[in-house]
């Protein structure tokens, strides 16, 4: 069964410095995607950034990057230089090629608060 | 080119009504999914329908829980005789095709926020 967790509830990283968000996965799937969304207070899903499983480089977006180690099975999300508006809930997920394609499976989330 | 839609953004239902949560996907799209977050969760599948088809109802409950997606007009989800567990915020994501390999997007709406009094 695929799975994802999220280990750290609640973060706090001060502005204008890097904080890493861990997920590690699980699944027996050979291709599979890796996605990141953001959750602000609004309540929308916002997509950040996506790792396919057969990709060597680490996916980049901006100031996020996903430090993707396939053998650990971890796909952690980076955000430089943190920014007020980056306070939200943060969401690991991860779609597979040979359990359906089509569920995306979400971790529990990271509230990441951002401190001026 | 609107992103996907849902409506309303909030609804309030007493213990017993019944919840219609509507979602027009983005235009071209003809693949819905809805998921749902219950308060400080993730957001779990519930269901994936093709025009006129559900594909995949394995995270739907079995009862009181329906949805469809007709060949004209929004895709709905309807709960029935709604109880307070029901609350949660529903999410309806959308995609031109099967996105299958992990690859490709799945848009996400704003989602609807079920309250049960």
């Known amino acids: 069964a695929q799975k994802i967790t999220q280990t750290q509830p609640g973060m706090f990283v001060q502005e204008k410095e890097a904080v890493t968000l861990d997920c590690t996965y699980d699944t027996s799937d050979q291709s599979y995607g890796l996605f990141w969304y953001k959750q602000p207070s609004s309540g929308e899903m916002i997509f950040l950034i996506y790792q396919g499983s057969y990709d060597e480089q680490n996916a980049t977006e901006g100031r996020y990057s996903l430090n993707f180690q396939k053998a650990r099975k971890s796909a952690n999300l980076v955000i430089s230089a943190s920014q007020l508006g980056d306070s939200a809930m943060y969401f690991c997920?991860?779609?597979?090629?040979?359990?359906?394609?089509?569920?995306?499976?979400f971790g529990a989330g990271t509230r990441l608060f951002v401190k001026a | 080119n609107a992103g996907v839609m849902q409506n309303p953004r909030h609804l309030v239902r007493r213990r017993g009504q019944e919840a219609r949560l509507r979602c027009s996907p983005m235009k071209g799209h003809s693949h819905v999914y809805w998921y749902r977050q219950l308060p400080e969760e993730g957001l779990k599948f519930m269901v994936y329908?093709?025009?006129?088809?559900?594909?995949?109802e394995s995270g739907m409950p079995k009862e009181r829980f329906s949805a469809e997606f007709p060949k004209e007009g929004p895709s709905i989800l309807r709960i029935q005789q709604v109880v307070r567990g029901d609350s949660a915020a529903y999410f309806c994501?959308?995609?031109?095709?099967?996105?299958?390999?992990?690859?490709?997007?799945?848009?996400f709406g704003p989602g609807t926020r079920l309250t049960v009094t």
């Open positions: 994501a959308s995609s031109p095709g099967l996105v299958a390999g992990g690859n490709g997007e799945q848009y």
């Open positions: 997920a991860m779609r597979g090629a040979n359990t359906g394609g089509f569920k995306t499976i």
């Open positions: 329908l093709q025009k006129e088809n559900i594909i995949d």
